[in-house]
């Protein structure tokens, strides 16, 4: 018997189109999070929010292929001259995002639109590389910091935790046991899953001293700027470890220790002694938390406006603190109405070269996620 015949194969391929588009689409989405969180870091929203916020950014509306229309009327016969090469520019679009033009314009503007992220999606974006730097062995092992291992292999479990190696494994193993050679059709008896467990590395205590300026000369930008870090600083250390103590210190002429509510919210005016806060971090590492069984960490932020008679003494309290801490930092923020120069309390601490006492300089709040990444940097100690 004749007769045409038809041999079809359809494309699966197809039917995850839409699922591949969305994923892919979501990784632009987080490669434009990643590029802009100097920004995002800073942003009010989330220094504002209860730490389980969804948060809106603004991101530009990612490009896609397609044709523009030739603004200038020109004549074109559209096929080229055969010349083009793989990633040749053939055109750019007609003053897009140049900023500048004559008038008001008549071409379009480039669009935004504003993607849904949680505090806590984008806080692992900012933690990715941080951890505690120069931490050390002491008597007691408290400080626990999780992690993830894939340790087991099972035949049930969730789709993405597919073992694929494994899976094509066991198909060819079960074709050649019924005779078959090759990889024969995967079977739900074929099918093999990774599974994890939460493990718990075990390291040394830690104790962190936070040290922010509230005197009258630390303006809204100035403590505003301040509780972006020090917010940063208290979730990474929250999220990454387990048992972390954070000491909060907050001082103008006189210094007090804090509850962590008054050291975000409360505000205080009067004249600075920076002293007074060292002094204050060096009795309660004498009372509290011995450097034998601590690694311990002091952070201050302040605008350098300090007493210039008290600035030897804060030289001198500074060396002690490094003797019993394994990093310090100090980081100086800068009102751009004022100027970017070196503050008198800057300039002293210059004759300091221990490589554990670490500066930043905050210029504007884009300097935020960078100071976080000078402090908490891996490669010091990691």
Known sequence: MNGNYVVTREDWSLHRKGEIDRQRHQEK?????????????????????????????????????????????????????????????????????????????????????????????????????????????????????????????????????IDRKRTVLEAIKRGALSGQTGLTKITPDDLRFKTWELTYKEESNAVVLAMMDTSGSMGVYEKYIARSFFFWMVRFLRTKYQNVQIVFLAHHVTAAEVNEEEFFTKGTSGGTRCSSVYKLALEIIKNRFNPRDYNLYAFHFSDGENLFSDNELCLMLMKELLNQCNLVGYGEIKNPVYGYGDSTLRSTFKKLTDPRFVTVIIKDKNYVYPALKKFFAPAQGQ
């Open 29 to 161: 989405i987080k490669e434009a999070l990643k590029k802009n969180l100097p920004d995002l870091v800073s942003e009010e929203t989330i220094i504002t929010s209860d730490g389980q916020k969804v948060i809106k950014v603004p991101i530009r509306t990612l490009d896609e292929y397609h044709f523009y229309y030739d603004q200038n009327k020109k004549t074109h016969a559209g096929q080229g001259d055969g010349k083009s090469k793989v990633g040749d520019v053939l055109a750019h679009e007609p003053n897009a995002g140049s900023g500048q033009g004559k008038g008001a314009g008549e071409e379009p503007g480039l669009d935004y639109y504003e993607a849904e992220i949680t505090v806590d999606e984008l806080a692992e974006m900012v933690f990715e590389d941080l951890g505690l730097p120069n931490l050390k062995p002491k008597k007691k092992a408290e400080l626990a910091s999780e992690a993830v291992e894939f340790k087991d292999i099972r035949k049930k479990g969730i789709s993405s935790n």
